[in-house]
């Protein structure tokens, strides 16, 4: 596997854009299966996700046309229910086809899914949900096969607010006659995404970004074109380039409102954030103070993915920090890495205590995870000398040639093979 070498303290200037959210064209990558025709999605950014749905798509029957930021898919001609472990493995994701294939072709098998290993992430949540609605689910051998049987429309009622399940659910029931209604669902942007999409595409479900969605069976769902909305993490991870690194960057293509836990965060403290419309612009002006206590909880509360790469940067804040995450037991990875680098970190049941720095070191650290590699990233940045970062496959799941833009920014920054 690759590596960065990194060469830090080079304060960052300049402008960086933002990249279509790979967490929600996976799940509506996943939703073209429901098309019986043509669906073209522009913006689109080839993170090795979504090329391993892409994959997935194509080993169903999709005709996938890849062009620089545009891709068309014609859905007209699906008749595999199959994904095989070898698709599987490769991505967790995966499990978004589920519903969709029970949907069009009444069953779906497939082999349970891989990805970042970040905790336990079970999907009892979306086979219960499938259940309540009459579907048969067998799950024997290391595969999920599930057959259309009595499926009806009905309730389903969600006992934490999964987004995979959300989404899932709603994709499993766009085709049932009546009224479904999912209560105590995730409120993320990227399902507010998929239920645009899939609305655009002949869909009618109503209340995405509450508790509770309703969706109105159809007998069909058509082509069309989409657009989908800019990474809220990329775009949280871009927000903390200057306040490790220093210099002044400004960001374009950005939701504030997806992100405003972070800047609310952020607010007031030895940073500076204008925001203009879809730009934003952070300068460090002084090293920034403790951030006091966050948690990482459903949206719209501080997002688990943006969890790692806090900690890098809470590491070079004045006095402690205190990091609880309540979604994933296993996102801790990265703490031992960061010590390597001089961090001073404390591992408390769930929660990180940090003890803020005024100087990190460049060391030799690994990546075990996709947002555990962003945090590294970032310390490197603003480390005393040469970071290498090992395993930089687990970043590109998720930043596109991220390298290349920091190298605009102006930072030190080379990969290496």
Known sequence: MGSFLINGQKPLFGSIKVDSAKNSLLPILAGCLLCDGIVKIYDVTYFED???????LKMLGVKVKKYEHMLI????????????????????????CLGPLLSRLKKAKLAYPGGCSIGARPIDLHLSGLNSLG????????????????MKAGEVHFPFPSVGATENLIMASVFLKGKTTLYGVAKEPEIVDLCRFLNKMGANI????????VIYGVSK???????????RIIAGTYLMLPLVAGGEVEIENIVPSHISSLIFLLKNNSCKLHINGDKLIVSKIGRLSSLGKVETLPYPH???????????????????TII????????????????????????????LVIQGKEELYGAEVEASDLRG?????????????????????????GYFKLEEKLQKLGADIVRQT
């Open 373 to 397: 590699c962003a945090s590294l990233v970032l310390a490197g940045l603003g480390a005393n000398g040469y970071t290498k970062i090992k395993n930089i496959e687990f970043l590109d799941r």
């Open 50 to 56: 979504i090329l391993n749905m892409l994959e997935i």
């Open 206 to 213: 109503k209340g995405e970004g509450s508790d509770v969605i």
């Open 302 to 320: 501080f997002a688990t993915d943006l969890q790692q790469p806090l900690s890098a940067v809470a590491s070079f804040c004045k006095g402690t």
């Open 324 to 351: 609880t995450e309540n979604m994933f037991e296993g996102r801790f990875k990265h703490v031992p890495q960061l010590i390597k680098m001089g961090a001073k970190i404390n591992i408390c049941d769930s929660s």
């Open 135 to 150: 579907a048969k689910i067998i799950d024997k051998h290391g595969y999920i096969s599930a057959f259309y049987d009595n």
């Open 73 to 96: 898919l014609d859905c007209t001609n699906i008749q595999n229910s199959i994904i095989p472990i070898e698709y599987a493995n490769k991505l967790r994701a995966s499990i978004f």
């Open 221 to 231: 769902l058509k082509g069309g074109e989409f657009r989908p909305i800019s990474d």
